[in-house]
């Protein structure tokens, strides 16, 4: 059954070697593969984050990855102090880049291709 086992997000970018540069570099993922075609990236339990380089990028504006976080303040100060701006979303209360979703606290940022990336922090742990 697919549930029993683990699953890779992959994303789009047009330009590896910034991806490489933000995800590596800025966000400290540990390189687990590369090839001139794509990028994979080591996460917490045994999940993996895939940058596969496209022509043409994302065209999506919607969530494309999330990572659950313990402590969400920790995590959006230290992006912060990374240079990663946190995105304000409209409709929704953001008290310092953190907005209460009802099941969770969630907090968002772009990479440097448009892919928007998400933290949550679950109120009951999931």
């Known amino acids: 059954m697919l ?6 997000v992959m ?13 590596g570099q800025k966000l400290g993922l540990k390189i687990l593969i590369e090839d001139d075609q794509f990028l994979t990236f080591q996460c ?8 596969t380089k496209s022509t043409t990028g ?6 494309q990855a999330s990572w659950r976080v ?10 912060r102090s990374l240079g ?7 409709g929704l209360s953001m008290v310092d880049g953190v907005a209460d979703v ?13 892919n928007s990336l998400g933290l949550l922090e679950f109120k009951d742990r999931l």
């Open 11 to 23: 994303l789009l970018a047009t330009d590896l070697d910034v991806a490489r540069q933000f995800y």
């Open 102 to 114: 009802g099941f969770a606290l969630a907090a968002w940022f772009v990479d440097p291709h448009g």
């Open 84 to 90: 990663v701006e946190l995105q304000e979303v409209p």
């Open 3 to 8: 549930g029993e086992h683990p699953i890779d």
């Open 58 to 63: 994302t065209a999506d504006e919607a969530t």
């Open 70 to 79: 313990n402590d969400i303040a920790a995590e959006t100060s230290h992006l």
């Open 44 to 51: 917490g339990g045994g999940t993996r984050l895939v940058i």
